[in-house]
């Protein structure tokens, strides 16, 4: 079944820097469609990024002003979320999920990133 | 950017008694393909969001028949007909007709 992997959360103190991964498996990972959505303590998801199945259409929300990278690796089944410049706000669950049809189908247990000194 | 507002903000039911959650858009959520792009999902406690519901009324494989959607344009209902104690939690509609994708502010489902 579709399983969805994410990695590389942890404490970063602010203005640093961390690579966020999706290992995806259970499905044609290079046929999908990927996004990145955060969720705050105590708030709603947050939708941050889109990536197509080539990688060559990408979409963010305005809000991360140009802080965040998405990409992809589709020969190593990954989906990865480059974040610079880390503010106390970015504190949040980070999600990978799989867009179908643009729906949301599928979601990982998401990874959490704290930015605190 | 697609304002959606959710009420209410919390719910407490009965079990097996119905629930109802709306969600407003703040402009129509009809894509220039004519589909509405429209969605929801629940979230158990320690859980990441799971879908429910998509395209306004049609249910994600696996989900109970009690779970119905309605609605067209900017106002959307999600049903549940008999809620369970498995319900609890907060649901969210989202959506994806336009970027960037959005959510409501979520709606909590506890039983009385």
């Known amino acids: 079944q579709v399983q969805l992997v994410e990695s590389g959360g942890g404490l970063v103190t602010p203005g640093g820097s961390l690579r966020l991964s999706c290992a995806a498996s259970?499905?044609?990972?290079?046929?999908?469609?990927m996004t990145w959505i955060r969720q705050a303590p105590g708030k709603g998801p947050e939708w941050l990024s889109y990536?197509?199945?080539?990688?060559?259409?990408?979409y963010y929300a305005d809000s991360l002003r140009g802080r965040f990278t998405i990409s992809r690796d589709n020969a190593k089944n990954s989906l990865y979320l480059l974040m610079d410049n880390l503010r106390a706000e970015d504190t949040a669950v980070y999600y990978c999920a799989r867009e179908r049809w643009q729906e949301l189908e599928s979601w990982g247990q998401g990874t959490l990133v704290t930015v605190s000194s | 950017d697609i304002v959606m507002t959710q009420t209410p903000l919390s719910s407490p039911v009965t079990l097996g008694q119905p629930a109802s959650i709306s969600c407003k858009s703040s402009?129509?959520?009809?894509?220039?393909?004519?589909?509405?792009?429209l969605s929801w999902f629940q979230q158990r406690p320690g859980q990441p969001p799971r879908l429910l519901i998509y395209?306004?009324?049609n249910r994600f494989s696996g989900v109970p028949d009690r779970f119905s959607g309605s609605g067209a344009g900017t106002d959307f209902t999600l049903k549940i007909s008999r809620v369970e104690a498995e319900d609890v939690g907060v649901y969210y509609c989202?959506?994806?007709?336009?970027?960037?994708?959005?959510f409501g502010q979520g709606t909590k489902v506890e039983i009385k």
């Open positions: 990536i197509s199945s080539s990688g060559s259409t990408i």
């Open positions: 402009q129509s959520l009809v894509h220039s393909d004519g589909i509405t792009y």
């Open positions: 259970g499905f044609t990972f290079s046929g999908s469609y």
């Open positions: 395209k306004i009324s």
């Open positions: 989202m959506q994806s007709t336009q970027f960037p994708w959005t």
